[in-house]
């Protein structure tokens, strides 16, 4: 008999076995193995918030395999992540193999461990607990608030404000964040202000700079020189003046490393020092955590990826200071040990920091064994871990204060000389957004008394900037800050707010949709409170103190309920009137700009007293006039300040009319995007936008281009059938006799001629023999044996282990895509059975008639 032990991942319970042995079995459950099923009633405030839980179809057959193992087991070992998740799950195990009745006799035992090493797994089966009740009521008090605020609030969006897709309890908080600094930017009011930068020599010749400071015995601030006129006052009398060296200061500074990585700052120094996404840094974090094959032998690289501590375990200590001795020397090595502590006023468990499991596994050891990302991660967790255990960088900085022989006229020079580099020998911490640094400049040797030459006077001008967008790295670090959900949730986050199109990115930039400003603006005006930082961030307080076992989940479940089903039900009664008089308030700046020319910006251009606002259609919101329908002046909210030529989202832009027929052709967008169409029949004649013409390009002629397709480009020269140029679902492309072959661009659709079509159909033909392109072999499957690749498709990466086939969701980089992934898509596939090819209505000639019952035969 053996002992039967539950993982989540296949890769996981693969590598544990191997340090475990025969007497054991380890299964994997996949994860989480039911939720709450998505539709109403789930969670029941009215039950005491009972709770119904649903297994998928996979998830149902992994079961039965556990259950069916664990009957003949002395005991069950639930060894999932060692975060609240990781108890869930193991939770989730437990409660239904005792529904399944198969825990008769067979000892439930919990382990936890750090990282997937031999040492620490076995040392895990030694130390076994039971289930932390307190942990899981955390879990499902976030788990039922999550699930309320999803399936209460976001009806009333889709009722109150059409086009908006959900609201989440920690989503809509992220998505203010983003449109809060959005409309700072925005309502920005730049300041001019001078500085004036003064080259001077010493007495040895040497070159410095000193920048004024003080004039006529006053201090200045930074907009005491507020216009040109000032800072050429400024330049004229330092130009006419003599300077010496009044004081000189020089005192020694310490700057120390930065602790071991935390989930939230490896995600931050990720994206600044590798571009990698949150959601990116957790994939391949992940696969370092699970096992690697290194040398043959599988072994978790990383300690846990999901921690909000910042202490190491003492082992691990050393082996950072013996690698730092070996690798640069006992200078590098500090006298006594770096201690951190977690300053996270609401950190989860007492877990580690991310660190590598061995400290003298140097990344270019494992090189070899790794892909490019895997690489660049560990590489970078393993210098950020060992920097934390050096010497600090000592630096010698220096502030000279120079005078005119007046006294009226102040001048200051810094800078620092770098005596010792320390941790910055291996590594330095990014910044986000960072400006100048006055004591990276060398000053030369001064001393109380020099007389200085004059060189130069430089007066520059400046104006104010707002603060930039957030990149993922600072929103993430502002999240945390805030105490804004879990750091381990922050990717998902982001990811959902980039997939309902609340969001995009630009530059590395979160930049709100119109879409995710008008949510924002309506929770802001009848839900406040819930999309407060405060108020959040104290909800996950709650939440902690659930976990610590401070406070009943349900007593948490319930305050909340009660005033938040409260604010849903006071918004049954409002009316369209009232909601768009709020968002016109509170989105002003943004769909009514300042012209800049003292015009008011919500005058209708169209008619003489027409008022401009915002106006709700089938499909989401544009702009409108006030004499709707004598005025018909619509433009969409993003063409803010423009001249009314954009149509809205269900007003029709007349482009003109068909010289053939008569018919008005015009542009629309619909449900599906922007679109033209000829007419206003029942059925009439319409034409799709693709993507890669600009909706403010479409005039009369292409519009009328568009509609005629799909054009006849000629004759095959070799069957004498036609060939066709058209638009369709994927894009352009050329057809021959059941043949197509794709075309780079829309616009080739109206200009291919007949050498240019065969030759692109011939190729097409040619390239149908290939076999689809590897993108990434990722290993065997863990059951079947068979390599698992992730390939390149004609409509999009896929996953496949030779039999089934399984598209990769849009959330996922191919390059990122984990084994553990790639099985989970293809068992999901898998259950579905073979695509179902759409049955064929028989034809007359197939359906048998019925003889007449009066009829002999």
């Avoid at 005119?404 to 020079?413: H, M, P, Q």
């Avoid at 320390?422 to 030369?444: H, T």
């Avoid at 004609?794 to 039999?803: E, I, L, N, Q």
């Amino acid at each position: 008999m053996q002992n039967v032990v539950i993982v989540e991942s296949p890769a996981k319970a693969k590598t544990i076995n191997k340090y475990l042995g025969n007497a054991y079995q380890v299964l994997a459950s996949f994860g989480h193995i039911r939720d709450l099923p998505a539709k109403d009633g789930s969670v029941r405030p009215d039950d005491d918030f009972a709770m119904d839980w649903e297994v998928d179809r996979d998830s149902a057959k992994r079961l039965s395999d556990i259950a069916k193992a664990v009957k003949d087991a002395d005991k069950l070992i639930l060894a999932t992540d060692p975060d609240r998740e990781g108890e869930a799950i193991s939770w989730h195990v437990l409660e239904v193999l005792q529904q399944k009745k198969a825990l008769k006799d067979v000892a439930v035992e919990r382990v936890t461990f750090n990282e997937i090493t031999k040492a620490a797994i076995l040392k895990a089966m030694t130390q076994p607990r039971q289930i932390d009740r307190e942990l899981v009521e955390a879990y499902l008090a976030r788990r039922a608030l999550d699930y309320l605020v999803g399936f209460t609030l976001s009806p009333v969006l889709w009722r109150k404000l059409p086009g908006a897709r959900s609201a989440g309890r920690v989503q809509s908080v992220a998505l203010r964040l983003i449109c809060d600094r959005e409309l700072e930017i925005e309502t920005f009011k730049s300041q001019e202000y001078w500085t004036i930068l003064v080259d001077l020599l010493n007495p040895a010749k040497a070159p410095f700079a000193a920048r004024l400071v003080e004039l006529d015995g006053d201090k200045l601030d930074k907009f005491s020189l507020g216009n040109a006129g000032a800072a050429e006052t400024a330049r004229q009398r330092i130009a006419a003046a003599a300077f010496a060296v009044g004081a000189v200061e020089s005192k020694p500074a310490r700057r120390f490393p930065p602790p071991p990585f935390t989930t939230s700052t490896l995600q931050q120094e990720a994206a600044r020092k590798l571009g990698f996404s949150a959601t990116r840094t957790m994939q391949v974090a992940q696969k370092l955590y699970e096992g690697i094959d290194v040398g043959g032998e599988t072994v978790g690289l990383i300690t846990y990826m999901r921690t909000d501590g910042v202490q190491i375990a003492n082992e691990a200590i050393q082996g950072c200071r013996a690698v730092i001795g070996e690798d640069f020397g006992d200078r590098y090595v500090p006298n006594a040990p770096r201690i951190y502590k977690t300053k996270a006023k609401n950190a989860q468990e007492a877990h580690e920091a991310v660190r590598p499991t061995d400290l003298a596994r140097r990344p270019a050891k494992v090189a070899k064994s790794l892909d490019a990302d895997q690489r660049a991660l560990y590489e970078l967790i393993w210098k950020r871990t060992v920097a934390s255990q050096m010497e600090a960088a000592v630096f010698e900085r220096t502030t000279a204060d120079i005078s005119s022989t007046d006294k009226k006229i102040g001048l200051r020079a810094t800078g620092s000389v770098q005596i010792f580099d320390g941790f910055l020998k291996l590594y330095q911490e990014g910044r986000d957004d960072a400006g100048e640094d006055e004591d990276a400049n060398l000053l030369p040797p001064l001393a109380k008394g020099d007389q200085l030459t004059l060189v130069d006077v430089k007066p520059e001008q400046h104006f104010t900037e707002p603060l930039p967008r957030y990149s993922e790295a600072s929103l993430v670090k502002k999240m945390e800050e805030l105490g804004i959900g879990r750091p381990s949730t922050y990717a998902s986050v982001l990811g959902v707010l980039r997939d309902r199109n609340y969001v995009h990115m630009e530059r590395g930039r979160f930049i709100p949709e119109d879409k995710g400003r008008l949510v924002t603006a309506f929770l802001e005006s009848f839900f406040s409170r819930y999309v407060e930082y405060d108020f959040t961030a104290d909800l996950e307080e709650r939440l902690d103190d659930i976990s610590a076992g401070k406070v009943g989940w349900k007593e948490v479940l319930r305050a909340f309920w009660k005033d938040f089903i409260g604010a849903v039900d006071a918004t049954k009664e409002l009316r369209v009137t009232d909601i768009l008089d709020k968002l016109n308030e509170l989105l002003g700046p943004h769909i009514f700009p300042d012209l800049g020319d003292g015009r008011d910006p919500r005058a209708c251009p169209t008619c003489a007293d027409g008022r401009l606002s915002l106006k709700l259609g089938k499909f989401g919101a544009f702009i409108g006039c006030s004499n709707y329908p004598t005025c018909r002046y619509t433009r969409q909210i993003k063409d803010a300040g423009g001249n009314g030529e954009e149509p809205a989202n269900d007003a029709p832009k007349v482009l003109g009319n068909d010289p053939e027929s008569g018919l008005a052709v015009t542009l629309r967008s619909g449900r599906f995007g922007p679109y033209v169409q000829l007419g206003e029949d029942k059925k009439p004649k319409r034409a799709g936008l693709p993507k890669d013409i600009p909706v403010e390009t479409v005039d009369l002629e292409r519009a009328l281009k568009l509609l005629s397709l799909p054009r006849t480009v000629g004759a095959h020269p070799e069957t004498g059938k036609p060939i066709t140029a058209a638009i369709g679902r994927y894009g352009p492309y050329v057809a021959h006799d059941g043949a197509f072959a794709s075309l780079p661009s829309s616009d080739e659709v109206f200009t291919i001629g007949i050498n240019r079509a065969v030759t692109v159909l011939a190729e097409n033909k040619k390239g149908r023999t290939r076999k689809s392109e590897a993108i990434k072999e990722l290993g065997a499957h863990p059951e079947s044996g068979a390599a698992v690749k992730v390939m390149a498709g004609r409509f999009g990466p896929y996953v496949t282990d030779g039999k089934v086939n399984a598209t990769l969701p849009k959330n996922l980089q191919p390059e990122a895509v984990t084994l553990d992934e790639a099985v989970a898509l293809l068992a999901a596939r898998a259950a579905k059975g073979p695509a179902k090819k759409p049955a064929k209505k028989p034809t007359k000639k197939s359906v048998p008639r019925k003889k007449s019952a009066g009829k002999a035969k």
